[in-house]
């Protein structure tokens, strides 16, 4: 077996990572024999491969980075700007990234991420190669450790899915080289989250340059494609906490009623904690992230390890006296730019993210017209209301009301409306103190801006997103 290995379109800028094998191209004979050339892992028809395949290709003489895999049908003019290795820009928007090696006279091509259905086309200089069809039917299994969107060092590997892991755990032969992996059950030895995840710690340490793909499937389900290789890392410093924190492992802990939220050093870690209330995995970035459900005026106890990227594993601990419990609104969504008119179609959404009911008139609403009072309204623990103006009124043309959401009002949201361009919102206290904030930004018509979830820190950047709008209910 060969084990020349391209990685097209890496994920990484690593160029050393990135090993073209040279070769002739496919022969006329070859590209004339069109889709008897190709066949896929699992085995499908090119009416209904899965969305996590290796694609083998029958050819004596295409190597290494010689194939390329594009989403959708490509034209004559495409595959003549193939041909002649002068990719326009509309076609290499369309580039699916892959890793290519060749195998027992075949060239294999695996790629690195999950494909949606669709059309997609298989070519080389010398033409088409094959045309399939997409159609995902098993369920994924998304590489949580390390983060899939580098190519991560095969020390502590972990994949997990939304639903429940597979119960009989085959072993996983990653190519090139066939390296063998017993995954167990959990995210670690205590097998935290056997229901939803799966781990393996392999033995085997990658060479420089070397790039291995886990296989297409794992019992029944689909295995996140992400390559790994061999990646230089160093073992992570911890942050230094300022007075009104401690420190939690490698980051720093703010204690309140009933969660704790931990600020992360800026480098990818992997965080398991056992709270004695539940148990939390998160992946973190420099991004702070909350340990929920404790008990306002106890005592607490978190417990857990710290992987990061070098392969370094702290263990930790920490009793903390938690706060008593207080009010929690949150600013949780904002619908500025609705299809119906505006501003009577706009509105926001708070939610009691406490254990305690919160009376609403204890804040006000600061926006880019100042700040505004709220009347009296008592929003029970996980109840979700909205503020809209006097004259609000829905429209058919936008996301309807969850059924019994309630709907505060008041004289004016903003100005003159809230921008469509953006503003920043914010709940403050009597005190002027910003209790729960939302970012500037803009929405498309129809789209709302929305916190990932309602326990969401205000300084975490990538807890923010637009979509579509879900008043009164959970965000998506």
């Not at 695996?110 to 369920?139: I, K």
């Amino acid at each position: 077996m060969r084990a020349d290995v391209s990685l097209v379109r890496s994920l990484l800028p690593l160029a050393l990572l990135v090993l073209t094998a040279c070769g002739s191209g496919l022969s006329a004979p070859e590209a004339s024999a069109g889709k008897n050339l190709v066949s896929f892992e699992p085995s499908a028809d090119p009416s209904a491969v899965a969305g996590v395949f290796r694609a083998r290709i029958r050819s004596s003489s295409l190597d290494a980075g010689q194939a390329s895999l594009f989403q959708g049908t490509l034209s004559s003019y495409y595959l003549g700007r193939i041909k002649s290795g002068d990719l326009p820009d509309t076609l290499t928007a369309r580039q699916i990234p892959l890793v290519s090696w060749r195998e027992n006279g075949e060239l294999v091509i695996a790629p690195t991420r999950a494909l949606p259905d669709d059309s997609y086309s298989l070519a080389s200089a010398s033409g088409l190669l094959s045309e399939f069809q997409v159609v995902n039917a098993a369920p994924l299994l998304d590489r949580l450790w390390p983060p899939a969107s580098e190519l991560g060092e095969l020390s502590h590997v972990v994949y997990c899915g939304d639903g429940s892991a597979p119960l009989s755990l085959d072993t996983l032969r990653f190519e090139p080289g066939d390296l063998a992996f017993t995954p167990l059950p959990g995210a670690d030895e205590s097998a935290l989250f056997a229901d939803r995840c799966v781990h393996f710690e392999p033995d085997t340490a990658l060479t420089d340059g070397q790039i291995v793909v886990p296989p297409p499937a794992l019992a029944g389900f689909a295995l996140d494609p992400a390559p790994f290789s061999a990646v230089s890392a160093l073992p992570v410093s911890a942050l230094g906490c300022p007075n009104q924190e401690i420190a939690l492992g490698l980051g720093c802990a703010t204690i309140a009623d009933d969660r704790i939220t931990v600020h992360t050093p800026d480098a990818a870690l992997l965080w398991t904690i056992d709270s004695g209330h539940g148990s939390l995995l998160e992946v973190s970035q420099a991004n702070p992230f909350v340990v929920r459900g404790l008990t306002p005026g106890a005592n607490e106890h978190l417990a857990g390890r710290i992987d990061d990227e070098s392969g370094a594993v702290q263990q930790f601990e920490l009793t903390a006296a938690m706060q008593t419990a207080r009010e929690r609104p949150v600013l949780n969504e904002a619908l500025a730019n609705p299809l119906g008119p505006e501003p009577q179609s706009e509105w926001i959404e708070i939610v009691n993210d406490g254990e305690i009911a919160l009376e609403l008139s204890h804040f006000s609403l600061r926006d880019g017209g100042g700040t505004s009072a709220f009347p009296e309204a008592t929003l029970a623990p996980g109840e979700y209301v909205l503020v809209a103006r006097d004259d609000f009124t829905t429209s058919s043309l936008d996301v309807p009301l969850r059924p019994g959401t309630r709907v505060i009002r008041v004289p004016a949201l903003g100005k003159s409306g809230l921008s469509n361009s953006g503003e920043m919102l914010a709940l403050v206290d009597h005190d002027a103190n910003v209790i729960s904030a939302l970012p500037s930004v803009a929405t498309d018509p129809g789209k709302s801006l929305i916190r990932r979830h309602s326990w969401s820190p205000d300084d975490d950047p990538s807890a923010f997103s637009t979509g579509t709008p879900t008043p009164g209910a959970p965000n998506d």
